[in-house]
């Protein structure tokens, strides 16, 4: 997705016509880039900050903007004026009626580096690190205050320049395992709707945008984790817990809270034995699962493997199955998987299709 794409999006949705999709696609950009998503906070916050805007300015500016885009050749329709969209005070109302996408984030620029020039500034200037970790692979890092992180396949990790010296923030896209180095600053991790702050401790965290659970396994020390969508609760684990969140669907909109709804359970960290723990078990090479569904499965297979499966049966997505593997190849493990479960596989490239 286009950074422009990206900003069309945010705009519908801040003047309410961002459709169920257009949610969703929003809410995955911002996932796989956390540069953007800090951006689209910046700007939502500003547009709650009316008493902070200066319309005189944001309309001179606007009118700067058109006129640039007019010696470019790009004309707009004759009723995209100045004049029509700050004619009034009332400046979320107007701008949520015909306000189509681009307008609105031209307007947003405008206001934005107009009265907050500084922190534009800052903004744009701000660089990222990134380390991703493919399908297939697992990836080994050490952050610039030492702390050690393992990157499960398709994860992705990423920190501003400020990290280690003002904060010790960063975003996790996927699964990795913290070896925190201890500090009076706070680590904090954002990761989909939560956020897990420690001081120095080793866990485990899952965060794929495409499972339906978000979790947290402490291994040594103390982790306190926040959700988005409760901010005044605070959950605090020991050592051989781990908290499982229920993810969001993308694009639902919910209407009112539900304060009661157990969208996080508390749980025990699997053993296996004395010195085999399933959450972290991909570290050293190992992939495990007990009693879990194929389709569960199958997530796990595509990443460790780096290829695709799909069911031609959805009966068999539910089998539950358990099992262990270090070095097979995907054909070895997927034969061993027949001994529990009748099923076939056929394979066509990187894609295996599993039937009844």
């Known amino acids: 997705m286009s950074h422009t794409f990206f900003l069309n999006l945010l705009a519908k949705k801040m003047t309410g ?9 929003l809410e995955s950009a911002m996932k796989a880039n956390p540069d953007w998503a800090y951006q689209a906070e ?50 979320k109302k107007v701008l949520a009626v015909s306000f189509f996408s681009l307008t609105v984030i031209l307007l947003l620029f405008a206001v934005w580096i107009g009265n907050h020039g500084k922190k534009a500034v800052a903004l744009q200037s701000k660089k ?26 398709g994860s992705k990790l990423s920190y501003n320049e400020e990290f280690g010296t003002i904060n010790r923030n960063v975003t996790l896209v996927g ?14 991790i954002h990761a989909n709707t939560v956020q897990i702050k420690v001081l120095g401790t080793a866990f485990n965290v899952k965060a794929y945008p495409d499972e339906k659970t978000t979790e947290t396994s402490l291994l040594r020390g103390r982790v306190e984790i926040t959700l988005d969508k409760r901010p005044g609760e605070l959950y605090i684990l020991k050592p051989n817990e781990k908290l499982v969140v229920a993810n969001e669907p993308i694009g639902k909109k919910i ?29 050293h090479n190992e992939l495990i699962f007990e009693d879990e569904t194929f389709g569960d499965i199958a997530r796990k297979m595509e990443r460790w493997y780096g290829i695709t499966i799909e069911f ?37 490239g990187s894609m295996i299709t599993i039937t009844q």
């Not at 885009?69 to 029509?84: C, D, H, Q, W």
């Not at 493990?333 to 099923?343: I, P």
Request: net charge negative; charged share 25%; glycine share 4%.
């Open 17 to 25: 016509e961002a459709s169920t999709e257009e949610l969703r696609q």
């Open 42 to 91: 910046q700007m939502q916050n500003l547009w709650q900050e009316e008493s902070h805007i200066h319309y005189p300015e944001a309309q001179l500016a606007f009118e700067q903007h058109l006129n640039r885009l007019e010696k470019a050749g790009i004309n707009f329709p004759g009723s995209v004026t100045t004049e029509r969209y700050f004619s009034t005070a009332k400046r």
């Open 128 to 153: 990222y690190s990134e380390v991703s970790s493919p399908v297939g692979s697992k990836t080994k890092l050490l952050l610039p205050d030492s702390t050690v992180v393992w990157l499960n396949a």
């Open 175 to 188: 699964e990795g395992f913290f070896d925190v180095k201890k500090s009076t600053t706070p680590f904090i």
């Open 255 to 283: 209407i009112a809270p539900e304060k009661k709804q157990p969208i996080a359970v508390l749980e025990r960290i699997n053993h296996i034995n004395d010195t085999t723990i399933i959450e972290t078990s991909w570290v």
């Open 312 to 348: 031609s049966d959805d009966r068999i997505i539910s089998e539950r199955m358990s099992g262990t593997f270090t070095t097979e190849t995907i054909h070895e493990a997927l034969t061993a998987l027949q001994y529990s479960t009748k099923f076939h596989y056929s394979v066509k």
